[in-house]
């Protein structure tokens, strides 16, 4: 982990989960709906909340912990300021995924599931955007490309630093 996301750690707002627990806590099966209420709130699931959400449905923390690393959307560490969505789909595999995916994650210097040093991007796979006649496709705050080279996936990336 980095100092800056160690200290990001550190800023999370616990008023914030607990309002969120509070409010979701007595609906039935209340775990998905607490983690999404979260990361919807922060950004994502900050490590140290778990205590207080398997405090309040009673379960392990190692329960709340396994659903929080089964799904793909939730995340431990906060987001960069832009999120990118790479679509893994067949489509998109079939049109050169992987290598548009192999780009992407030397231009960022990240895996999946991580963000930049600088907190700029965060990278996620997503398993289809819909666009699979436009192979391949990604997304990056909210808008989605579709014929997408390795090329263009450095134009993108350039035109959304520049709007930072």
């Not at 979701?24 to 140290?48: C, V």
């Not at 999946?112 to 391949?136: I, K, M």
């Not at 997304?139 to 579709?146: K, S």
Request: with cysteine; net charge negative.
């Amino acid at each position: 982990m980095t100092n800056e996301s160690a200290m990001s750690q550190l800023r999370w707002d616990q008023n914030r989960v607990a309002a969120v627990i509070d409010s979701l806590k007595s609906k039935p099966g209340a775990l998905l709906p607490i983690l999404h209420g979260i990361q919807d709130a922060l950004g994502y699931i900050p490590k140290d909340s778990v205590p207080l959400i398997a405090r309040e449905l009673n379960l392990s923390r190692a329960e709340v912990h396994g659903v929080i690393t089964f799904y793909h959307y939730f995340r431990e560490t906060p987001p960069g300021r832009h999120t990118i969505h790479l679509c893994r789909a067949e489509s998109c595999q079939s049109m050169n995924g992987a290598g548009l995916e192999a780009h992407a994650k030397v231009r960022l210097g990240i895996d999946y599931h991580e963000t930049t040093d600088d907190g700029a991007f965060s990278l996620e796979p997503v398993y289809c955007l819909g666009n699979c006649a436009c192979s391949p496709a990604l997304m990056i705050d909210g808008e989605v490309y579709g014929r997408v080279t390795p090329e263009g996936f450095d134009e993108i990336l350039s035109e959304a630093r520049s709007q930072a």
